[in-house]
């Protein structure tokens, strides 16, 4: 079995949700439809230290997490998915730019090897 994993560092955003807590809360119920899972629980948010302010969130799915950590000084965002399940990495990181409008950014997207006894 594969899974997938993606990961997105988005730099100078022009889209800033970085310190609204309902503004990601939204985003990340938009990622859920965007990749078919099934959320577990609600959005869980922490606020980040002084030397590294922005919020972190993240979203349980059926299938593992979805996580998104924000920079407020310079509007700037890690996310990240774990997933069992695969999905469209392709169609996810549309939305992603299209949403953040980054100057930069940088992507990976990998395999996951799962244990031969797990089942999806």
């Given at each position: 079995m594969k899974g997938k994993g993606f990961s997105i560092t988005l730099s100078q955003c022009k889209t800033n949700i970085s310190e609204n807590e309902s503004e990601i809360?939204?985003?990340l119920n938009k990622i859920?439809?965007?990749i078919n899972m099934k959320k577990l629980?609600?959005?869980i948010i922490n606020k980040g230290s002084e030397g590294l302010p922005g919020l972190s969130a993240i979203q349980?799915?059926?299938t593992s997490h979805i996580a998104l950590h924000t920079f407020s000084?310079?509007?700037s965002y890690m996310f990240?998915?774990?997933?069992?399940?695969?999905?469209?990495?392709?169609?996810?990181m549309i939305f992603l730019l299209d949403f953040?409008?980054?100057?930069?950014?940088s992507d990976v997207a990998y395999g996951i090897d799962l244990p031969k006894d797990v089942e999806k």
């Open positions: 809360k939204a985003f859920v439809e965007i629980g609600e959005v349980m799915i059926e000084n310079n509007n990240s998915i774990e997933s069992c399940k695969n999905f469209d990495d392709n169609k996810l953040f409008k980054p100057k930069d950014y």
